[in-house]
């Protein structure tokens, strides 16, 4: 994670919630309950007009993407590596997808260190997918100069991306951050790519995600800060009213050197993840399909022992 500025005490955003004083860096010795920082425009909450369902031709085909072999990786939908010669082919339909409901497709993610490489590559750019048109596109991004969050663009032309809320500062790096965009119905085709701006020192990480046969998409965003006794890292829940894949974004806060893990629970699986230890932003993303309507959320269990920014995200 970014280490550019600790923060001595800042108070919980918790417009319809009372919130306790979030105490000094990794809040030991506060004497507080743990602190969650809940989005104004989740479920429940006031909305800012964002996350209103959003339209989508959907098409068929699913994956169960298999996880990523390092810090950069792209997968096509069935577990294995991106074919470029598949992105022409018919739709794909694979083991454990059920025709009509939503699914996840490709997926990749990228990272650049703080300051290293010099120079950066500029703009961060996922490694090539094959998608299919009509899908529902997820990117999430955390980086350490929250100043240069900027709207993805990709290699073939699909804007404006939709931002889903705000840029949520860490509370312990509050020059840091992360952002959810989305882009409904995009085309697709082979050797896609998603790219994000950056500069030559930011640290920066970016999952992006395909969803097939999606037709609306809703979010929440939470906060948890370890206090002095652990407490449980635990998002926000979404209701869904029919099948759905749901998608959680964990971002770490340990100021740590050493590598680190981060494991939900709820049958979630992770297709993606950063880990490394250093200077960097350390994110995972997970994903579970949802058959029934339903209440959901996820609980992560990481090491070091940490908090984190909670993205937990419904397409359905």
Sequence with gaps: MARRRA???????TPNWAGAMVCGLLAVGCGTPASMRYDQDGPGAPSDGRDIPIDVLGRPGDGQ????DGP???YDG???PVDARQADAAPIDVPFHIPGNPGLGAHAVNHSRLGAPNPHPMPLTTPAMATQTGSMLVVGV??????????PTDSLGNAPYQQMGTVHPYTHWMDSGTALYTFPSAAG???????????????ITMFALEVVEASSVQYVWSEVVQPAQPVQVTSRAVTTTGPAMLIAFWW?????????SAVPDSDFT???SVLDGGSLVQGVVAVKRVTAPGTYNVTWTATPLQGAQLWLIAVE
């Design 189 to 203: 085709g082979a050797d896609f790519k998603v790219s994000a701006s950056t500069d030559n020192e930011d640290e």
């Design 72 to 74: 950069v990786g792209s």
């Design 252 to 260: 770490g806060d340990a100021a740590s050197n050493v590598d680190q």
């Design 65 to 68: 993407g298999g996880p990523s």
């Design 78 to 80: 069935r577990g294995g």
């Design 7 to 13: 923060v001595s005490c800042i108070r919980p955003v």
């Design 142 to 151: 955390g980086r350490g100069k929250q100043t240069l969050f900027a709207l």
């Design 270 to 272: 992770v297709i993606d």
